[in-house]
């Protein structure tokens, strides 16, 4: 890498020394990155080969992409099954309004599977549900802790006690719980969400809780004392002083946990069998075909590039939404 | 509420009026009414028996009902017993012990009934290369050099005996305690002299290993290969295609399969619960239409939709084993050890020999197994087994619904030659690998007859 930037630099010795290190900088950016991509699939391809399952070979790079496409084309196909499933249904319906003018004619949801890319979305929209209903609790929360001692006192025990416990812990408690307490005639969500959505939201509140009073608690004495001399009111003083102060650490805390609830949902998924992306690697484990694994590192795949895009449009809202752009480079 | 419920009762009179007139107009095709509950979610394990409620969706047999149904794979068999209990399934393809042993307060207690049996045959027992290297010897060979079929487990006792003489537990695997596989296997292996232990309820000993010589437990059928591949079990019975799918890996190979157990039993069930059938009962009468056409279609012009039907279940939402694999068993042939592929045309049955008729004596045979291996712990008169056959089974739906395919003209006289004369009890079944003659009348008398076992008159 040094040898190559060396005779580039070389070949550009006419521009100024300032535009050829940033020049250098960009590429660095760009290059290593790629380089650092193609030595792991060169070391994945060789790895696959040397690997035999009772499965077949386990897949690689080139597998696993084919395999890419052949879930896009699932998709249509399933797309194309939905349409004329609506069109049979509009056809009955309109038959039996025929003949018993008092039906109401209702439209069901398509009965089909759900292909991965319906699995795509339905993991990020639980994912995010439980993300945002964490955040409307830890953050008024944390606030709350960070601005009063005794209050802090007394709840950090239980923070402490339930912080560290896995997600699968809590799965069968709230399986039963929702089943207990969520029971109405026609649901406007599914059970299945509601799970996966609380056990998100257990796991990822703390770090948010903790983050924000941390945030909150250590915020620049002159600050407060400059709130205490125009004796601002308490709301005013949590929205000019406190917030602005404390968001860094809210970040910090909201990015921790935005990548706990997207490990935590997708093993959630798998040991509940919810719908999203972890029930689709579950159920392609369990259908042993030869063509399960190279399915699954494609899950593997987009759920690593998912992870990887939430963590960075927290990042990009940090940047947006904090006064401190330095704390929001790494 | 009191004005809700009366709306209900005004709108039920309102579609019995509608219903009526229509009749007069259309005799035939209104006779059944439209289904109470159109949107309905069935449940399934991945086997290859979960056949009819795929076909039925995909054929568009449930659409023709009226019915939008979802169909989703459940994780185990308990798993699928509970949502049908607690109704997050409207119904499930279940172990014909299910609904019996719910219904008995076997486990899970409640009213799961079944108006329509799902197929025949269709599971095999399995055991592991190493296992085999040793049962192999003892087995007697035909002229080609193949092991002569059925493979007793009297080839299997001295492999058993050499691991008990090392002090090594013999451990195999089966899909649920009240599994047609669990029974089969224990017939199997009692048949050949090794016993496969006991259970008693009664004293809180529900794992099924008292006096064992083998010892059984729980895996759920799509996880059999890879236990078998660990060594945690060194066999296995279980439907298809996972004992196909030990051979396509090389890591076990199938010994015997159930048809040569017992010919012709009955594998699986489609199971509701009561509720729901007294709830629903135009419902009931639409599914149970739907899922006997697709049994038909299975097994129409000598399998002739077999391959298409292959297709189907190896789709990622249902088998989603490969197709050669499922094929192997579905298009009436069978591998046993790679390579000895042979000729069984009803290795799985969907609609032949009445396959769909839920008869009283299968589920007594079930009862009997019970009692034989102490799940049903005290003695019962033969009148008790009757009793509960006839609650779970429920033919006089099954009637219904082949009436109006008949009314409907969308199957004929010819498809249920027998069915409206049948008085639920097949005649005493003689195709039993130990040669024991099955009188689904005299249950009692039967459970004396088998050498291991619990007979009238013992409890443990």
């Not at chain 1, 125009?230 to 968001?247: G, K, T, Y």
């Not at chain 1, 759920?303 to 704390?327: C, N, P």
């Not at chain 2, 709306?7 to 019995?16: H, Q, T």
């Not at chain 2, 013999?170 to 048949?191: I, K």
Request: charged share 20%; net charge neutral.
């Amino acid at each position: 890498m040094t040898t190559i930037s060396k005779k580039l630099a070389s070949n550009t010795s006419g521009i100024s020394f300032k535009s050829l290190s940033m020049a250098n900088d960009s590429m660095k950016n760009v290059l290593l990155p790629l380089i650092g991509v193609a030595c792991f699939l060169v070391i994945w391809a060789i790895a696959a080969s040397n690997i035999q399952t009772s499965l077949g070979q386990f897949p690689g790079p080139s597998h696993v992409m084919e395999q890419f496409g052949t879930l896009y084309q699932e998709h249509v196909a399933e797309r194309d099954k939905a349409t004329s499933f609506y069109e049979r249904q509009e056809k009955r319906n309109a038959e039996r309004v025929a003949k018993d003018p008092n039906y109401q004619p209702k439209t069901r949801a398509y009965t089909g599977k759900e292909t991965f890319i319906d699995q795509i979305f339905t993991s990020l929209t639980t994912v995010l549900s439980g993300f945002i209903l964490a955040a409307i609790v830890a953050i008024p929360l944390g606030i709350a802790i960070g601005l009063s001692k005794s209050l802090n006192t007394a709840i950090n025990p239980i923070i402490q006690i339930f912080k560290p416990v896995s997600p699968l812990a809590w799965l069968p408690l709230v399986t039963m719980v929702v089943s207990a307490v969520y029971t109405t005639s026609d649901p406007m969500f599914a059970k299945s969400f509601i799970v996966s959505l609380v056990t998100v939201t257990l796991c990822c509140l703390w770090p948010m809780v903790i983050n924000t009073s941390v945030g909150v608690s250590s915020i620049n004495a002159d600050w407060v004392n400059v709130s205490k001399v125009l004796s601002l009111p308490s709301w005013v003083h949590i929205r000019r002083i406190v917030l602005p102060a404390a968001v860094p650490s809210i970040f910090v805390g909201m990015r921790m946990s935005i990548g706990i609830a997207w490990m935590v949902l997708i093993a959630a998924e798998m040991l509940a069998q919810n719908p999203g992306l972890g029930k689709f690697v579950w159920d392609e484990f369990q259908n042993g075909s030869s063509q399960s694994l190279s399915r699954i590192m494609a899950a593997v795949i987009v759920i690593g590039l998912i992870g990887f895009l939430l963590d960075r449009s927290m990042l990009s809202l940090q940047r947006i939404l904090s006064w401190d752009k330095d704390s929001a480079k790494r | 509420m009191l004005t809700k419920k009366l709306s209900k009762f005004n709108k039920s009179i309102c579609s019995a009026v509608l219903i009526g007139c229509s009749a007069i107009t259309s005799l035939t095709a209104q006779a059944l009414g439209y289904p109470e509950k159109e949107e309905l979610k069935f449940g399934f394990i991945k086997l290859t028996d979960m056949a009819p409620i795929a076909i039925a969706y995909e054929k568009g047999f449930f659409e023709d009902e009226g019915l939008y149904v979802t169909i989703e794979a459940q994780a185990n068999w308990k798993v699928l017993l509970d949502g049908v209990i607690d109704g997050r399934l409207d119904g499930a393809h279940m172990l014909a012990g299910q609904p019996i042993a719910a219904s008995i307060g076997y486990g899970t207690s409640a009213e799961i009934i079944t108006p329509f049996s799902m197929d025949l045959n269709g599971n095999g027992i399995t055991v592991s290369n190493e296992i085999w290297k040793q049962m192999k010897v003892n087995i007697p060979k035909q002229a080609d050099g193949k092991p002569v079929h059925p493979i007793k487990a009297d080839a299997l006792k001295p492999v058993v005996e050499k691991y008990a003489d090392q002090g090594k537990p013999f451990n195999m695997g089966m899909v649920f305690p009240v599994s047609t596989h669990n029974y089969e296997l224990r017939y199997w292996l009692a048949a050949g002299g090794i016993h496969p232990g006991y259970y008693a309820p009664h004293k809180g000993d529900t794992s099924g290993q008292l006096d064992a010589e083998v010892l059984l437990s729980v895996t759920p059928p799509p996880q059999m290969p890879a236990t078998l591949e660990a060594g945690t079990i060194y066999g296995y019975c279980v439907g298809e295609p996972w004992n196909q799918q030990a051979v396509f890996k090389g890591i076990g190979v199938p010994v015997v399969i159930d048809y040569e157990i017992w010919k012709d039993n009955p594998e699986k069930v489609f199971g509701i619960s009561k509720t729901f059938a007294e709830k629903y009962p135009n419902t009931t009468i639409r599914l149970t239409r739907a899922l006997i056409r697709a049994a038909k279609w299975l097994d129409e012009n000598n399998n002739a939709n077999r391959p298409e039907a292959v297709k189907i279940l190896s789709q990622s939402n249902y088998v989603g084993a490969d197709y050669d694999v499922i094929a192997n068993s579905m298009t009436g042939t069978f591998e046993y050890e790679k390579g000895d592929k042979r000729a069984v045309p009803d290795f799985n049955v969907f609609f032949r020999y009445n396959a769909t008729y839920p008869y009283y004596s299968d589920a007594i045979w079930y009862l009997t197994q019970m009692r034989r291996w102490g799940q049903i712990h005290e003695d019962k008169p033969d009148s008790w087994y009757k009793d509960v056959a006839e609650q779970v089974y429920r033919p006089d739906i099954y009637k219904k619904a082949a009436k109006s395919l008949i009314d409907d003209k969308l199957m004929t006289k010819e498809d249920f030659v027998t069915v409206f004369d049948e008085d639920g009890y097949r005649n005493p079944q003689t195709h039993f690998i130990d040669g024991i003659v099955y009188d689904g009348t005299k249950p009692n008398e039967y459970i004396n007859k088998f050498s291991i076992g619990l007979k009238s008159g013992t409890t443990l």
